[in-house]
Structures are given as structure tokens and as C-alpha cells.
């Protein structure tokens, strides 16, 4: 006779957790083992199971399990930016929806005049304000800085005619004089400030601070200037 305790031992010889559907031996049909009984036995394997050292998962820790995956997978994606920095004008881009997007500066355009000045008082501006005030403070706003990155005197000769601020000779490399500031800047602390002022910008318009971003570099850049 098909009994519960029949049930009981099928279960546990086949090692079926759950509900179990066990095949009747003597009429051949399905039979479904009662609820009381699938609790029992769960309880028995899962005793059992714990025993030998075997994880057993109920709802509970289920649900735990559940949580510490949706801890585990919050991750906050970082924002990282393309600057393509050229010698007049810089532009800055960013991913949005799966496309790269040019992100407008603050005062609304999508490129950046790389050009820097310092005020008589100090001040230093950066983008579009900077070359306005050019003409009457030629020699305190620097523009083409990237032409004298990681070049010698010798090397710029040319170009150092072209400008109206003054080149400077140091052991190593270029410096720029800027007489309102009172000391010298390297090109690379110039282009500096562009790139600062194009994450600046990037990151209000995002949304989200910029701490990363992939530089263009031109193909003709040596080793030095790279």
C-alpha cells in the first residue's frame, strides 16, 4: 500500500528536495506527496545536509542572499572624459546613451579658445574671457602654448617670433614669462589650466565630478613632448 512513510523513504533515497512528485507503484500514475509530509522532509535533508557542511538555503536566507547580491552590484560608474586639446581652439566630449556627446562650455559654446592671461590684480582667466582681453594685455595672455610643450629654445625659435609674450631659456625647457604674475610658467602648466577648465566644465554639466580623462595627442609628438 502507497503510504506516507513509502513517500518518505522514496524521497529519501532519490535525494528529492521540494516538492516532490514520486510515481505510484502500483497504479503507475503520479502522485504529489502531501504538503505536511515536503516540509518534513525538507527539514530532515536540510539537518542533514547542514551535518556534512552543506549550505541550506530556506526563504529567509534566501532573501539574504537576494540583498547581498543587489549590495554587491551597486556600483557607481565613473565619469570619464575625451579633451581634445588643440593649439587654438580645445573641445571636451563625454558618453551619453551610448553615443560621444561635445559638452558646452559655461558660457555656451562647444569649443574652448586655449588661451590663458593674468590680470594686473592677479586674476587668471581661462577660455573665450581670456582672449577678449588679449589685444590690451598681449603680454600677460598666452596662446599656441602647445607649440613649445616639451621643446628646447633652439627649437622655437620661429615660433617665439610669432608671439607677443616672452620665451624664456631654462636648462631643461621652454618657460613663458608673465610679468602680472610675477614668475614663470612651463606650457604644460598652461595647457593645465585649459584642461582644468573644460573638466570644471564637463562636470557641471554632467552632473558628477571628472577626475579621468583621455587626452588627444597629435601624431607628430615626440617621445619628450608626449
Known amino acids: 500500500q502507497f503510504t506516507a512513510a513509502n513517500a518518505q523513504a522514496l524521497v529519501q533515497q532519490h535525494s528529492l528536495i521540494g516538492r516532490q512528485t514520486l510515481r505510484c507503484p502500483r497504479e503507475g500514475r503520479q502522485a504529489r506527496a502531501p504538503k505536511t509530509m515536503q516540509t518534513s522532509m525538507q527539514r530532515s535533508l536540510g539537518s542533514r545536509a547542514s551535518a556534512r557542511g552543506a549550505p541550506v538555503v530556506g526563504k529567509a536566507s534566501g532573501r539574504m542572499n537576494t540583498a547581498s547580491r543587489t549590495a554587491a552590484m551597486n556600483i557607481r560608474a565613473e565619469k570619464v572624459v575625451g579633451i581634445d586639446l588643440g593649439t587654438t581652439n580645445s573641445a571636451v566630449a563625454a558618453m551619453e546613451g551610448g553615443k560621444p556627446t561635445i559638452i558646452t562650455n559655461a558660457e555656451g559654446g562647444r569649443t574652448t579658445p586655449s588661451v590663458v592671461a593674468f590680470t594686473k590684480t592677479g586674476d587668471r582667466l581661462v577660455g573665450q574671457i581670456a ?25 622655437v625659435k620661429e615660433e617665439s617670433k610669432q608671439i607677443p609674450y616672452q620665451v624664456v631659456e631654462t636648462t631643461d625647457a621652454v618657460k613663458i614669462k608673465c610679468p602680472n604674475a610675477g614668475k614663470d610658467f612651463s606650457p604644460e602648466e598652461i595647457s593645465a589650466l585649459v584642461l582644468r577648465k573644460l573638466a570644471d566644465d564637463a562636470a557641471k554639466f554632467l552632473g558628477d565630478s571628472v577626475n579621468k580623462a583621455v587626452v588627444t595627442v597629435p601624431a607628430y609628438f615626440n617621445d619628450s613632448q608626449r
Open 131 to 155: 582672449k577678449r582681453q588679449a589685444v590690451v594685455n598681449a603680454e600677460n595672455t598666452f596662446f599656441s602654448v602647445k607649440r613649445f610643450i616639451g621643446r628646447k629654445v633652439e627649437e
